[in-house]
Protein backbone atom coordinates (compact mmCIF):
# COMPACT_ATOMS: atom_id res chain seq x y z
CA UNK A 1 0.00 0.00 0.00
CA UNK A 2 1.59 3.54 -0.83
CA UNK A 3 2.22 5.63 1.71
CA UNK A 4 0.21 8.21 0.95
CA UNK A 5 -2.83 6.17 0.65
CA UNK A 6 -6.23 7.35 1.95
CA UNK A 7 -6.10 3.60 3.74
CA UNK A 8 -3.73 4.48 5.95
CA UNK A 9 -5.64 7.47 7.61
CA UNK A 10 -8.91 5.50 8.45
CA UNK A 11 -10.03 6.56 11.85
CA UNK A 12 -9.01 3.23 14.45
CA UNK A 13 -13.00 2.75 15.10
CA UNK A 14 -13.37 1.92 11.34
CA UNK A 15 -10.43 -0.29 11.47
CA UNK A 16 -11.37 -2.01 14.86
CA UNK A 17 -15.06 -2.07 13.22
CA UNK A 18 -13.64 -4.05 10.50
CA UNK A 19 -11.14 -6.24 12.30
CA UNK A 20 -14.63 -7.02 13.98
CA UNK A 21 -15.79 -8.22 11.32
CA UNK A 22 -13.64 -10.90 9.87
CA UNK A 23 -11.89 -14.48 10.70
CA UNK A 24 -8.72 -14.45 12.21
CA UNK A 25 -6.75 -15.71 9.28
CA UNK A 26 -7.98 -12.52 7.52
CA UNK A 27 -7.25 -10.23 9.91
CA UNK A 28 -3.92 -11.69 9.91
CA UNK A 29 -3.60 -10.79 6.75
CA UNK A 30 -4.95 -7.16 6.86
CA UNK A 31 -2.34 -6.52 9.61
CA UNK A 32 0.51 -6.81 7.57
CA UNK A 33 -1.02 -4.30 5.09
CA UNK A 34 0.99 -1.70 6.41
CA UNK A 35 2.12 -0.36 10.47
CA UNK A 36 -1.12 1.29 11.00
CA UNK A 37 -3.27 -1.60 10.55
CA UNK A 38 -0.53 -3.65 12.36
CA UNK A 39 -0.80 -1.23 15.54
CA UNK A 40 -4.70 -1.54 15.27
CA UNK A 41 -4.59 -5.44 15.36
CA UNK A 42 -3.73 -5.41 18.27
CA UNK A 43 -5.58 -3.52 19.99
CA UNK A 44 -6.97 -5.45 22.99
CA UNK A 45 -10.71 -4.88 22.29
CA UNK A 46 -10.59 -7.07 19.20
CA UNK A 47 -10.18 -9.93 21.30
CA UNK A 48 -12.07 -9.50 24.83
CA UNK A 49 -14.50 -12.51 22.94
CA UNK A 50 -13.60 -16.04 22.08
CA UNK A 51 -15.47 -19.07 20.95
CA UNK A 52 -13.27 -22.11 20.86
CA UNK A 53 -14.20 -26.36 21.05
CA UNK A 54 -11.41 -28.34 22.30
CA UNK A 55 -12.94 -32.08 21.37
CA UNK A 56 -13.92 -33.80 18.61
CA UNK A 57 -11.43 -35.20 15.59
CA UNK A 58 -9.65 -32.19 15.20
CA UNK A 59 -8.38 -31.70 19.05
CA UNK A 60 -5.11 -31.39 18.12
CA UNK A 61 -5.22 -28.73 15.79
CA UNK A 62 -8.24 -26.89 17.75
CA UNK A 63 -5.76 -27.16 20.87
CA UNK A 64 -2.76 -25.74 18.93
CA UNK A 65 -4.93 -22.72 17.32
CA UNK A 66 -6.43 -21.85 21.49
CA UNK A 67 -2.29 -22.39 22.88
CA UNK A 68 -1.21 -20.20 20.17
CA UNK A 69 -4.83 -17.93 20.80
CA UNK A 70 -3.55 -17.77 24.59
CA UNK A 71 -0.22 -16.75 23.87
CA UNK A 72 -0.78 -14.09 22.01
CA UNK A 73 -4.09 -12.27 23.08
CA UNK A 74 -4.89 -14.53 26.08
CA UNK A 75 -4.48 -11.55 28.78
CA UNK A 76 -7.13 -9.48 26.83
CA UNK A 77 -10.28 -11.95 26.98
CA UNK A 78 -13.50 -10.89 29.11
CA UNK A 79 -15.84 -13.84 27.36
CA UNK A 80 -14.75 -17.08 27.12
CA UNK A 81 -16.98 -20.04 25.41
CA UNK A 82 -15.62 -23.26 25.29
CA UNK A 83 -17.04 -26.32 24.66
CA UNK A 84 -16.11 -30.10 24.25
CA UNK A 85 -17.65 -31.77 21.56
CA UNK A 86 -17.47 -35.64 20.59
CA UNK A 87 -14.25 -36.36 23.07
CA UNK A 88 -12.91 -39.73 22.78
CA UNK A 89 -10.69 -42.03 24.86
CA UNK A 90 -7.71 -41.04 22.78
CA UNK A 91 -7.94 -37.22 22.51
CA UNK A 92 -8.49 -36.79 26.15
CA UNK A 93 -5.17 -36.87 26.91
CA UNK A 94 -4.58 -33.89 23.83
CA UNK A 95 -7.50 -32.03 26.04
CA UNK A 96 -6.51 -32.31 29.39
CA UNK A 97 -2.87 -30.68 27.95
CA UNK A 98 -4.82 -28.07 25.98
CA UNK A 99 -6.56 -27.16 28.83
CA UNK A 100 -3.42 -26.90 31.13
CA UNK A 101 -1.53 -24.74 28.46
CA UNK A 102 -4.41 -22.69 27.93
CA UNK A 103 -5.36 -21.93 31.19
CA UNK A 104 -1.80 -21.05 32.58
CA UNK A 105 -1.55 -18.64 29.23
CA UNK A 106 -4.75 -16.28 30.02
CA UNK A 107 -4.52 -16.65 34.32
CA UNK A 108 -3.88 -12.94 33.49
CA UNK A 109 -7.17 -12.30 31.97
CA UNK A 110 -10.14 -10.78 34.12
CA UNK A 111 -12.45 -13.14 32.69
CA UNK A 112 -16.50 -11.69 33.00
CA UNK A 113 -18.06 -15.07 31.45
CA UNK A 114 -16.85 -18.84 31.44
CA UNK A 115 -18.12 -21.12 29.91
CA UNK A 116 -17.24 -25.02 29.22
CA UNK A 117 -19.80 -27.59 28.01
CA UNK A 118 -20.03 -30.91 27.63
CA UNK A 119 -16.76 -31.71 29.29
CA UNK A 120 -18.66 -35.20 30.36
CA UNK A 121 -15.76 -36.74 32.97
CA UNK A 122 -17.72 -39.23 33.47
CA UNK A 123 -18.14 -40.56 29.92
CA UNK A 124 -14.87 -40.76 28.26
CA UNK A 125 -12.01 -39.18 30.40
CA UNK A 126 -11.14 -43.04 31.86
CA UNK A 127 -7.69 -42.33 33.39
CA UNK A 128 -7.71 -40.45 37.53
CA UNK A 129 -4.69 -39.07 37.11
CA UNK A 130 -6.18 -36.92 33.56
CA UNK A 131 -9.12 -36.39 35.84
CA UNK A 132 -6.87 -34.88 38.50
CA UNK A 133 -4.51 -33.01 35.96
CA UNK A 134 -7.94 -31.43 34.41
CA UNK A 135 -9.46 -30.42 37.76
CA UNK A 136 -6.68 -29.15 39.15
CA UNK A 137 -5.73 -26.39 36.09
CA UNK A 138 -9.43 -25.51 36.90
CA UNK A 139 -8.99 -24.89 40.96
CA UNK A 140 -5.72 -22.88 40.23
CA UNK A 141 -7.27 -21.04 37.43
CA UNK A 142 -10.56 -19.87 38.94
CA UNK A 143 -8.53 -19.10 42.21
CA UNK A 144 -7.30 -16.40 40.55
CA UNK A 145 -10.38 -14.70 38.52
CA UNK A 146 -12.36 -12.33 40.97
CA UNK A 147 -14.55 -10.53 38.46
CA UNK A 148 -16.58 -13.10 36.98
CA UNK A 149 -20.10 -12.64 36.28
CA UNK A 150 -21.75 -15.42 34.28
CA UNK A 151 -19.63 -19.24 35.09
CA UNK A 152 -21.72 -21.98 33.07
CA UNK A 153 -19.95 -25.36 32.95
CA UNK A 154 -23.19 -27.67 32.18
CA UNK A 155 -22.48 -31.25 31.09
CA UNK A 156 -19.52 -31.17 33.46
CA UNK A 157 -20.47 -34.60 35.18
CA UNK A 158 -17.93 -34.10 38.06
CA UNK A 159 -17.31 -36.78 40.57
CA UNK A 160 -18.59 -35.42 44.08
CA UNK A 161 -15.21 -34.38 45.46
CA UNK A 162 -13.68 -33.05 41.74
CA UNK A 163 -16.92 -31.06 41.22
CA UNK A 164 -17.00 -29.48 44.79
CA UNK A 165 -13.43 -28.27 44.76
CA UNK A 166 -14.17 -26.62 41.09
CA UNK A 167 -16.98 -24.92 43.32
CA UNK A 168 -15.46 -24.26 45.97
CA UNK A 169 -12.53 -22.14 44.07
CA UNK A 170 -14.98 -20.17 42.09
CA UNK A 171 -16.85 -19.45 45.37
CA UNK A 172 -14.18 -17.98 46.67
CA UNK A 173 -12.87 -16.06 43.86
CA UNK A 174 -15.77 -14.33 42.11
CA UNK A 175 -18.74 -15.75 44.59
CA UNK A 176 -19.92 -12.22 45.41
CA UNK A 177 -19.68 -11.03 42.18
CA UNK A 178 -21.60 -13.80 39.81
CA UNK A 179 -25.05 -13.18 38.88
CA UNK A 180 -25.62 -16.40 36.58
CA UNK A 181 -24.26 -19.94 37.75
CA UNK A 182 -25.29 -22.52 35.71
CA UNK A 183 -23.91 -26.08 37.07
CA UNK A 184 -26.85 -27.96 35.45
CA UNK A 185 -25.40 -31.27 34.83
CA UNK A 186 -22.64 -30.64 36.74
CA UNK A 187 -21.76 -33.38 38.79
CA UNK A 188 -22.48 -37.03 37.48
CA UNK A 189 -25.76 -38.57 37.68
CA UNK A 190 -27.57 -40.10 40.32
CA UNK A 191 -25.75 -38.19 43.16
CA UNK A 192 -28.25 -36.87 46.08
CA UNK A 193 -26.08 -33.50 45.67
CA UNK A 194 -28.06 -32.07 48.47
CA UNK A 195 -27.29 -34.33 50.96
CA UNK A 196 -23.24 -33.25 50.55
CA UNK A 197 -21.93 -30.90 53.73
CA UNK A 198 -19.23 -29.68 51.26
CA UNK A 199 -21.46 -29.06 48.57
CA UNK A 200 -23.74 -27.01 50.30
CA UNK A 201 -20.76 -24.83 51.94
CA UNK A 202 -19.45 -24.23 48.41
CA UNK A 203 -23.07 -23.25 47.15
CA UNK A 204 -23.38 -20.55 49.92
CA UNK A 205 -20.40 -18.41 48.75
CA UNK A 206 -22.61 -17.37 46.04
CA UNK A 207 -24.46 -14.39 47.34
CA UNK A 208 -25.42 -12.04 44.12
CA UNK A 209 -26.89 -14.73 41.73
CA UNK A 210 -29.79 -13.64 39.96
CA UNK A 211 -30.18 -16.84 38.01
CA UNK A 212 -29.78 -20.28 38.89
CA UNK A 213 -29.23 -23.25 36.46
CA UNK A 214 -29.19 -26.60 38.46
CA UNK A 215 -30.57 -30.12 38.88
CA UNK A 216 -33.48 -30.96 41.12
CA UNK A 217 -31.22 -33.26 43.43
CA UNK A 218 -28.85 -30.46 44.36
CA UNK A 219 -31.99 -28.59 46.20
CA UNK A 220 -33.28 -29.33 49.20
CA UNK A 221 -35.20 -27.06 52.28
CA UNK A 222 -31.33 -26.45 53.61
CA UNK A 223 -30.57 -25.22 50.34
CA UNK A 224 -33.62 -23.09 49.96
CA UNK A 225 -33.28 -21.41 53.09
CA UNK A 226 -30.25 -20.50 52.91
CA UNK A 227 -30.99 -18.79 49.32
CA UNK A 228 -33.56 -16.74 51.05
CA UNK A 229 -30.71 -15.75 53.51
CA UNK A 230 -28.08 -14.78 51.48
CA UNK A 231 -30.08 -13.78 48.09
CA UNK A 232 -32.88 -11.44 49.56
CA UNK A 233 -33.90 -9.36 47.00
CA UNK A 234 -31.61 -10.55 44.21
CA UNK A 235 -32.67 -14.43 42.68
CA UNK A 236 -34.61 -13.82 40.03
CA UNK A 237 -34.79 -17.17 38.18
CA UNK A 238 -34.50 -20.74 38.70
CA UNK A 239 -33.90 -23.64 36.15
CA UNK A 240 -34.27 -27.25 37.30
CA UNK A 241 -34.30 -29.90 35.53
CA UNK A 242 -35.36 -33.38 36.96
CA UNK A 243 -34.38 -36.93 35.25
CA UNK A 244 -35.44 -40.22 36.12
CA UNK A 245 -32.55 -41.53 36.86
CA UNK A 246 -31.42 -38.59 39.20
CA UNK A 247 -32.56 -38.67 42.88
CA UNK A 248 -35.68 -36.85 42.56
CA UNK A 249 -38.15 -38.50 45.42
CA UNK A 250 -36.76 -35.76 48.28
CA UNK A 251 -39.53 -33.14 48.72
CA UNK A 252 -38.96 -29.77 49.17
CA UNK A 253 -41.52 -28.25 51.45
CA UNK A 254 -43.86 -25.55 50.77
CA UNK A 255 -42.41 -23.58 53.38
CA UNK A 256 -38.85 -23.61 51.85
CA UNK A 257 -40.59 -22.51 48.56
CA UNK A 258 -43.26 -19.84 50.50
CA UNK A 259 -39.99 -18.53 52.79
CA UNK A 260 -37.80 -17.68 49.72
CA UNK A 261 -40.63 -16.37 47.16
CA UNK A 262 -41.36 -13.59 50.53
CA UNK A 263 -37.32 -12.79 50.32
CA UNK A 264 -37.45 -13.06 46.35
CA UNK A 265 -40.67 -11.37 45.29
CA UNK A 266 -39.38 -11.34 41.51
CA UNK A 267 -38.59 -15.03 41.41
CA UNK A 268 -39.77 -17.48 39.25
CA UNK A 269 -39.26 -21.07 38.58
CA UNK A 270 -38.75 -22.92 35.64
CA UNK A 271 -38.79 -26.69 35.71
CA UNK A 272 -37.48 -29.31 32.93
CA UNK A 273 -38.94 -33.44 33.85
CA UNK A 274 -37.02 -35.33 31.77
CA UNK A 275 -38.19 -39.28 31.35
CA UNK A 276 -40.89 -39.03 33.98
CA UNK A 277 -44.63 -38.45 33.22
CA UNK A 278 -46.04 -40.38 36.31
CA UNK A 279 -48.13 -38.09 38.06
CA UNK A 280 -47.23 -39.16 41.29
CA UNK A 281 -43.60 -38.05 41.07
CA UNK A 282 -44.40 -34.75 39.21
CA UNK A 283 -47.30 -33.41 41.44
CA UNK A 284 -45.51 -33.22 44.59
CA UNK A 285 -42.83 -31.32 42.66
CA UNK A 286 -45.09 -28.79 42.09
CA UNK A 287 -46.14 -27.43 45.04
CA UNK A 288 -48.46 -24.57 45.09
CA UNK A 289 -46.30 -22.24 46.76
CA UNK A 290 -43.32 -22.67 44.39
CA UNK A 291 -43.25 -19.73 41.45
CA UNK A 292 -43.51 -21.74 38.81
CA UNK A 293 -43.38 -20.04 35.74
CA UNK A 294 -42.33 -22.73 32.67
CA UNK A 295 -43.24 -26.41 32.74
CA UNK A 296 -40.98 -28.68 30.10
CA UNK A 297 -42.09 -32.48 30.38
CA UNK A 298 -40.85 -35.46 28.15
CA UNK A 299 -42.72 -38.58 29.75
CA UNK A 300 -40.07 -41.33 27.95
CA UNK A 301 -41.61 -44.55 26.40
CA UNK A 302 -43.31 -47.02 28.85
CA UNK A 303 -46.33 -48.18 27.20
CA UNK A 304 -47.52 -49.73 30.68
CA UNK A 305 -47.10 -47.00 32.96
CA UNK A 306 -50.34 -45.39 34.49
CA UNK A 307 -48.69 -41.58 34.21
CA UNK A 308 -52.38 -40.02 34.95
CA UNK A 309 -51.47 -36.80 32.63
CA UNK A 310 -55.06 -35.28 32.88
CA UNK A 311 -54.22 -35.43 36.99
CA UNK A 312 -51.02 -33.42 36.61
CA UNK A 313 -53.03 -30.73 33.88
CA UNK A 314 -55.50 -30.14 36.52
CA UNK A 315 -52.86 -29.55 39.75
CA UNK A 316 -51.63 -26.97 37.25
CA UNK A 317 -54.64 -25.12 36.26
CA UNK A 318 -55.71 -25.13 39.99
CA UNK A 319 -52.14 -24.27 41.55
CA UNK A 320 -50.18 -22.60 39.04
CA UNK A 321 -52.48 -20.17 36.60
CA UNK A 322 -49.25 -17.78 36.19
CA UNK A 323 -47.48 -20.18 34.38
CA UNK A 324 -46.58 -18.62 30.90
CA UNK A 325 -44.89 -21.84 29.39
CA UNK A 326 -45.50 -25.21 28.70
CA UNK A 327 -44.04 -27.83 26.83
CA UNK A 328 -45.22 -31.58 26.62
CA UNK A 329 -43.97 -34.09 24.49
CA UNK A 330 -45.81 -37.22 25.74
CA UNK A 331 -45.42 -40.57 24.27
CA UNK A 332 -48.24 -42.14 25.88
CA UNK A 333 -51.04 -43.50 23.67
CA UNK A 334 -53.34 -44.62 26.03
CA UNK A 335 -54.43 -41.49 27.38
CA UNK A 336 -56.21 -38.27 26.48
CA UNK A 337 -55.53 -35.11 27.53
CA UNK A 338 -58.20 -33.24 25.89
CA UNK A 339 -60.29 -31.43 27.54
CA UNK A 340 -57.86 -31.46 30.80
CA UNK A 341 -54.85 -29.42 27.93
CA UNK A 342 -58.64 -26.93 27.08
CA UNK A 343 -59.48 -26.40 30.90
CA UNK A 344 -56.12 -25.22 31.80
CA UNK A 345 -55.71 -22.87 28.76
CA UNK A 346 -59.15 -21.15 29.30
CA UNK A 347 -57.66 -20.55 33.77
CA UNK A 348 -54.29 -20.08 33.51
CA UNK A 349 -55.16 -16.39 31.38
CA UNK A 350 -51.17 -15.72 31.21
CA UNK A 351 -49.95 -18.67 29.37
CA UNK A 352 -48.09 -17.31 26.12
CA UNK A 353 -46.76 -20.44 24.82
CA UNK A 354 -47.83 -23.76 24.74
CA UNK A 355 -45.88 -26.45 22.74
CA UNK A 356 -47.47 -29.90 22.71
CA UNK A 357 -46.65 -33.53 21.08
CA UNK A 358 -49.13 -35.91 22.22
CA UNK A 359 -52.26 -37.61 21.64
CA UNK A 360 -54.50 -34.61 21.07
CA UNK A 361 -58.04 -35.13 18.83
CA UNK A 362 -58.64 -32.94 15.69
CA UNK A 363 -62.06 -31.35 17.39
CA UNK A 364 -59.77 -30.12 20.50
CA UNK A 365 -57.38 -28.39 18.39
CA UNK A 366 -60.11 -26.67 16.57
CA UNK A 367 -61.56 -25.38 20.07
CA UNK A 368 -57.92 -24.14 20.99
CA UNK A 369 -57.53 -22.60 17.79
CA UNK A 370 -61.57 -20.83 18.31
CA UNK A 371 -60.64 -19.60 21.85
CA UNK A 372 -57.41 -17.81 20.73
CA UNK A 373 -59.73 -16.73 17.25
CA UNK A 374 -62.15 -15.07 19.81
CA UNK A 375 -59.92 -13.36 22.33
CA UNK A 376 -60.57 -16.20 24.97
CA UNK A 377 -57.18 -16.92 25.31
CA UNK A 378 -53.97 -15.48 24.40
CA UNK A 379 -51.38 -17.49 23.27
CA UNK A 380 -48.64 -15.83 21.64
CA UNK A 381 -46.82 -19.27 19.87
CA UNK A 382 -48.83 -22.60 19.42
CA UNK A 383 -47.08 -25.28 18.00
CA UNK A 384 -49.04 -28.77 18.13
CA UNK A 385 -48.28 -32.18 16.66
CA UNK A 386 -50.87 -34.30 16.98
CA UNK A 387 -50.11 -37.96 17.42
CA UNK A 388 -51.47 -41.47 15.91
CA UNK A 389 -54.01 -39.76 13.37
CA UNK A 390 -55.98 -41.36 10.89
CA UNK A 391 -56.28 -40.29 6.94
CA UNK A 392 -59.52 -38.44 8.04
CA UNK A 393 -58.36 -36.73 10.59
CA UNK A 394 -55.17 -35.47 8.92
CA UNK A 395 -57.31 -34.45 6.04
CA UNK A 396 -59.45 -32.36 8.69
CA UNK A 397 -56.14 -31.20 10.34
CA UNK A 398 -55.30 -29.82 6.77
CA UNK A 399 -58.60 -27.57 7.17
CA UNK A 400 -58.39 -26.54 10.70
CA UNK A 401 -54.67 -25.09 9.14
CA UNK A 402 -56.02 -23.53 6.36
CA UNK A 403 -58.67 -21.86 8.37
CA UNK A 404 -57.00 -20.70 11.28
CA UNK A 405 -53.47 -19.35 9.48
CA UNK A 406 -54.61 -16.01 7.81
CA UNK A 407 -56.02 -14.68 11.26
CA UNK A 408 -52.85 -16.08 13.76
CA UNK A 409 -50.67 -14.64 10.86
CA UNK A 410 -52.53 -11.30 11.17
CA UNK A 411 -52.21 -11.17 14.84
CA UNK A 412 -48.28 -12.17 14.87
CA UNK A 413 -48.88 -15.70 16.52
CA UNK A 414 -46.37 -18.39 16.08
CA UNK A 415 -48.56 -20.97 14.84
CA UNK A 416 -47.60 -24.21 13.61
CA UNK A 417 -49.66 -27.71 13.48
CA UNK A 418 -48.53 -30.73 11.85
CA UNK A 419 -50.06 -34.40 12.73
CA UNK A 420 -45.99 -35.71 13.20
CA UNK A 421 -45.60 -37.34 9.00
CA UNK A 422 -42.48 -36.46 7.66
CA UNK A 423 -45.13 -35.21 4.80
CA UNK A 424 -46.60 -32.47 6.64
CA UNK A 425 -46.15 -28.99 5.47
CA UNK A 426 -45.23 -26.62 9.08
CA UNK A 427 -46.53 -23.34 8.35
Request: charged share 20%; proline share 3%; glycine share 4%.
Amino acid sequence: MKENSIWNYLPDTALIKIYLCLQDRWRVNMAVVCKNWNRVFASPCLWRTRYMDLGGYRAITAGEKACSFAQSHGAHLQYLYLTCNHPTFPSCRIIQNTIDTFLKNIQAAKLIHFELERLNMDTFWKFENLKGKVIGSFTRFFHRQRHLKNFNMSDAHFSMPSGCRVLEAVGSASGSTIRSLCIEDFFQSRLAVYQDKRFRNAFFMFNSLSHLYVNYSCLCDEILEGMAANLTGKLRNISCRIYRTDPHFHRISSNAWEKLRSRCPMLSLDLWFEGIGMSSEIIPILVPEAPVREVHMWTGFDESADWRLNETLNHIATHHRKIVLLAMELDNNNESIDHCLVRMLTRCKGMRSLFVNAVISVPIIDEICTLQANGQIDLHTFHVTSCGLSEIDRSDLWYIKEKFLPIMLNRGLNFKISSGYFTDTMF
